[in-house]
């Protein structure tokens, strides 16, 4: 049973996630970042979906558990494209937009192997535990991907601040919940009293940041990416 | 074995985008020079704002009227201080690089905080005069 914090939760969710695609929208900026703002579509549609099937099935009903886990990774591999984007929009003036495009195509088919080889060796069983294993990798190949797109924003010494604002959010969103997945993959009994609370709460992080970006970044803002790395005397 | 090398790798990742991504909202305050009008009203005489400062800061941020768009780098920025002083407090004894680069990072946060509250003053007075203009 879903308390008000839940319920307050998934509306906020469906209101910010929204409130991304009206900003871009405001700002002019909706076909510059087509896939971000389709992900933020489809994450409404599916918020809406998934309060709807707990209104209609109940938060424990086999329909809502399977429909959130395998949401939530379809949801990741349209976040890779996202991700391929901003590799795109990174390295724009090079001319390689064709090996990227080339590279995410091979990317998407490895998932795809990777994910079907997890699923046949766990046809017996494919319970939630399988969808937790299968949702840490693919958060975990997000994190990577990130990581290597943080690198390279630093060597290249990108100075657009709303890009770097919107990698750099998706690299909190996708590591934070990729240690989620693992711990709860590690200690399952932490998914009762805590866990639980965590996907809804990171969920709610990435539209706000974007929003936040969106709104109060311009286009035209620049940042020195030197400032950003960390360095200890 | 996965499980945890996965968790390790993501709670550093985290970690570290966490906190560039904080210094990317600091960066854009780096420059800003307080106005007299701040200075007068927290105290503050010297160049840089003291690390120390950041909690009576945010309290005189949290009396001006909200201007609504700032809430959100607020709060990430009050998370960061709050990692950087824990980070501080165990780093001092064993590592004094890293603490003294997370009390350099504490004062960015309060000059951060300074000049939200100085933003928002300005923001209450023209509010102010916009309602005296709108009576007359």
């Excluded at chain 1, 933020?40 to 209609?56: D, E, K, N, P, S």
């Excluded at chain 1, 943080?150 to 604002?165: D, F, N, V």
């Excluded at chain 2, 201080?81 to 004894?93: K, S, T």
Aim: charged share 15%; with cysteine; glycine share 4%.
């Amino acid at each position: 049973m879903l308390g008000p914090f839940d319920y307050a939760l998934l509306v906020t969710g469906f209101l910010v996630e929204v409130a991304v695609v009206v900003c871009a929208i405001y700002r002019g900026n909706f076909f510059r970042y087509l896939p971000l703002n389709l992900y933020m579509a489809c994450t409404a549609l599916v918020t809406l979906g998934q309060y709807l099937l707990i209104r209609r099935l109940g938060f424990t009903s086999p329909e809502y558990l399977y429909t959130y886990y395998y949401s939530d990774s379809l949801l990741t591999i349209v976040l890779f494209w996202v991700v391929m984007h901003f590799y795109q929009q990174l390295f724009v003036e090079m001319g390689v937009r064709r090996q990227i495009r080339l590279a995410a195509m091979l990317l998407l088919a490895a998932t795809a192997i990777f994910s079907y080889a997890v699923v046949h060796h766990n046809r017996a069983h494919l319970t939630t535990r399988f969808v937790v294993e299968l949702g840490q990798n693919l958060y975990f190949v997000g994190v990577v991907l990130t990581y290597l797109l943080w690198g390279a924003i630093l060597k290249l010494r990108e100075t657009r601040t709303r890009l770097i604002q919107l990698v750099l959010a998706l690299g909190v969103y996708f590591s934070a919940t990729a240690g989620t997945y693992a711990l709860r993959n590690l200690f399952p009994s932490l998914q009762q009293h805590f866990l639980h609370w965590v996907p809804p709460v990171v969920g709610l992080w990435l539209p706000l940041a974007w929003a936040y970006t969106f709104a109060m970044v311009s286009e035209a803002a620049r940042l020195a990416t030197a400032r950003l790395a960390v360095k200890t005397r | 074995m996965i499980a945890a090398l996965i968790c390790v790798i993501s709670i550093a990742a985290f970690l570290q985008f966490f906190v560039s991504y904080c210094r990317s909202i600091l960066a854009s305050t780096r420059k800003v020079e307080l106005s007299d009008r701040v200075r007068e009203a927290t105290g503050i005489s010297d160049q840089n704002v003291a690390a120390e400062d950041f909690e009576r800061l945010l309290q005189l941020v949290r009396l001006c009227p909200e201007r609504g768009e700032d809430q959100n780098e607020i709060r990430v920025v009050w998370t960061y201080y709050g990692l950087m002083d824990v980070l501080n407090r165990i780093a001092r004894p064993i590592f004094p690089g890293v603490a003294a680069w997370a009390q350099q990072e504490r004062q960015s946060c309060s000059h951060f905080a300074a000049v939200a509250l100085d933003r928002r003053i300005s923001y209450s007075r023209d509010l102010f005069t916009q309602q005296v203009a709108d009576r007359l």
